[in-house]
């Protein structure tokens, strides 16, 4: 093996579980974009395994790619669905997120064509501005579904933008997105036709919004152990599943003044130490300078241009690092831990998309915490 992801699969069931406790509700487990890098169909099995009573996914292709799997948990697609896979999301039993008439009566005249149900979740916008129904048109909205032939509501929710960044006082966007939803619901409740789920929290609003939980949550990022924000950790018994290791493919002593790698960005101050892993810009590794892994428990910085699919470390603090070595660019090694989080703040960038970004080329291996 030369570049791999380890993924803890009991601490993500373990992490899967705590939200659960935490919530008091069902939760539905958020897979999109690969899970988070962890690995669509894989993560999705254990936590239908583990009893999760509901999947989510950004884009119906992820939700169909379940059902290939044999996954036939409920799964919500939260994103828009072209109105060509209307038939086969009622045919699998997908659910579909509907905000707009035009869509959703052509799903509507389609299915019902074919003698179908399909069920759906109408989204309200409260404040993220992405998509969704006006709040005050949400009752509305639902009773105008109602009288489509082939469609079900099964479902009501929005979304928060700033859960996971709360603020004192009733300018909080958040509790304006729940003043809002709690508007749409009561005129949806008022009309007789609350729909059966009934949801708005992410993993942020699980954490900080205890009174926006509903009928269930939604949790993608605290399931795979990271933090929603720097404002917002998660409790201490939630564990991240995700490492990422290589191994060094060489060691080399390289003369003072020789410039490193494309462009020759970095340039030897002495005869330095450089040793070469095989991971690059393709695998996710972000291609600027300034990046740091571990060898042999002790941090070498990244130098010179990240290539395609290899990058260079100054080793001349490790001098007993030799090709073979275990690298560690998130996990543990003798004790030091470099996490998503350590990564996402050197790239100015969000732990998600630190993880979201692991390329599909990288050998996923599965390991279980809880029977080790
Ligand atoms: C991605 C997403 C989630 C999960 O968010 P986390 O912050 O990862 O918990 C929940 N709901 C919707 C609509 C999403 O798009």
Redesign the pocket.
């Known amino acids: 093996m030369t570049n791999w992801l380890e993924i803890d699969l009991g601490a993500i069931v373990n992490n899967y579980h705590e939200l659960e406790q935490m919530a008091e509700r069902p939760v539905m487990a958020?897979v999109?974009a690969n899970a988070?890098g962890h690995g669509l169909e894989t993560v999705a099995q254990a936590l239908s395994e583990a009893g999760a009573a509901w999947l989510?996914v950004?884009r119906f292709e992820e939700a169909s790619k379940l059902r290939k799997a044999w996954i036939e948990t409920d799964t919500l697609v939260?994103?828009y669905t072209d109105p060509q896979w209307a038939i086969p999301a009622a045919v699998d039993h997908i659910r579909l997120t509907v905000f707009d008439r035009e869509t959703a009566s052509t799903y509507s005249q389609l299915v019902s064509q074919r003698g179908m149900t399909l069920k759906v979740h109408v989204k309200v916008e409260t404040g993220m501005n992405r998509i969704g129904v006006p709040a005050d048109e949400a009752g509305a909205f639902i009773a105008w579904l109602h009288e489509l032939p082939g469609i079900e509501v099964e479902g009501l929710?929005t979304?928060f933008a700033c859960a996971?960044d709360p603020q004192p006082g009733e300018n909080d966007p958040t509790r304006r997105q729940i003043a809002l939803f709690e508007g749409a619901l009561s005129e949806v409740e008022k009309a007789g036709l609350r729909p059966a789920w009934v949801h708005a929290s992410?993993?942020?609003g699980?954490l900080n919004y205890p009174q926006a939980r509903y009928d269930l949550v939604?949790?993608?990022?605290?399931?795979y152990g990271l933090h929603?924000s720097p404002q917002t950790q998660l409790p201490v018994a939630f564990r991240p599943a995700l490492a990422w290791k290589c191994r060094l493919s060489a060691v080399k002593h390289v003369p003072a003044g020789a410039g490193i790698s494309y462009n020759h960005r970095y340039i030897t101050q002495a005869e330095e130490s450089i040793g070469t892993i095989p991971v690059g810009y393709a695998d996710g590794f972000r291609r600027r300078l300034g990046n740091h892994v571990l060898v042999r428990g002790k941090i070498a910085p990244v130098v010179g241009t990240i290539c395609m699919d290899q990058c260079m470390l100054q080793l001349d603090q490790i001098p007993q690092a030799q090709a073979g070595d275990e690298v560690v660019l998130i996990g543990e090694q003798n004790g030091i831990r470099r996490s998503a989080e350590d990564l996402a703040a050197e790239w100015g960038t969000i732990n998600?998309e630190v993880t979201c970004a692991a390329a599909a080329r990288l050998p996923r291996f599965y390991i279980n915490s809880s029977s080790i």
């Open positions: 958020v999109k988070y989510a950004a939260l994103g929710f979304h996971d992410n993993s942020a699980i939604r949790a993608g990022i605290a399931l929603p998600y």
